[in-house]
């Protein structure tokens, strides 16, 4: 059981570059989230969905994209890159039933713009 | 707009010594206060929910604890891996009640 699986782990792009990191659960969780953390930040919403084909702004949305075609899959896209986007990225997921609400976080993507 | 606050920002402890960890929160409406621990180069792993006043929950040598203003995280006799940062987070009704709002988080040191 894979849990919450982030690809890739770790990215260099370019300023103006695009990429996409993909989120995968294998859950079958209801609602999937994409944060970024930053040191003295905290972890900050980008996007979120409650469901398959439903997508919503997060706090920090500008610059950024996502997508929820399949109900296991979250996709975060950058289109032109920013070195204000170097972060480190986390999905996560939960189920909207259940006694502790508890989110499932990935293991994260480093990703620095230059 | 919910809002979170965490102190201290980092804590030394010495194997044995006693602390707790607190964690202040604005919000609208609590649905659920989280903690989690997060390991360097790992995402947070979740370790408690709370969700009403006067609740608490223990795991080993952790107790979390909920009042209508604040949570705290106490940890007993901790031991070197118990270093990591624990993270506190609120789940309420704005937007939904979809989205947790995290703090900045503790960074716990235990040593030798």
């Known amino acids: 059981n894979a849990g919450v699986t982030q690809t890739p782990k770790f990215r260099v792009l370019k300023t103006g570059q695009s990429m996409t990191l993909l989120c995968a659960q294998d859950?079958?969780?209801?609602?999937m989230y994409w944060y970024r953390q930053d040191p003295g930040m905290g972890l900050r919403l980008i996007h979120y969905?409650?469901?398959?084909?439903?997508?919503a702004k997060g706090e920090v949305p500008d610059g950024y994209n996502v997508s929820r075609l399949k109900k296991q899959n979250f996709l975060l896209g950058l289109e032109s890159a920013a070195p204000s986007q170097t972060s480190v990225y986390f999905c996560?997921?939960?189920?909207?039933?259940?006694?502790?609400?508890?989110?499932?976080f990935g293991s994260g993507t480093r990703l620095t713009v230059v | 707009e919910d809002q979170v606050t965490q102190s201290p920002e980092a804590l030394r402890l010495q194997e044995g010594e006693s602390s707790s960890l607190n964690c202040s929160y604005t919000?609208?409406?609590?649905?659920?206060l989280f903690w989690y621990r997060q390991d360097p180069g790992k995402g947070p792993e979740f370790l408690f929910t709370?969700?009403?006043a006067g609740e608490e929950k223990e795991k080993e040598r952790l107790k979390a604890t909920l009042t209508k203003k604040e949570s705290f995280l106490h940890i007993t006799a901790p031991k070197p891996e118990d270093s990591a940062t624990y993270l506190c987070?609120?789940?309420?009704?704005?937007?939904?009640?979809?989205?947790?709002?995290f703090g900045t988080g503790t960074q716990l040191k235990v040593e030798l």
């Open positions: 969905s409650v469901g398959e084909g439903t997508t």
């Open positions: 859950m079958n969780h209801e609602y």
């Open positions: 987070a609120v789940l309420s009704v704005t937007g939904g009640g979809n989205k947790l709002t």
């Open positions: 709370l969700y009403s």
């Open positions: 996560a997921s939960r189920n909207w039933k259940g006694p502790n609400y508890g989110y499932t």
């Open positions: 919000v609208s409406g609590l649905r659920g």
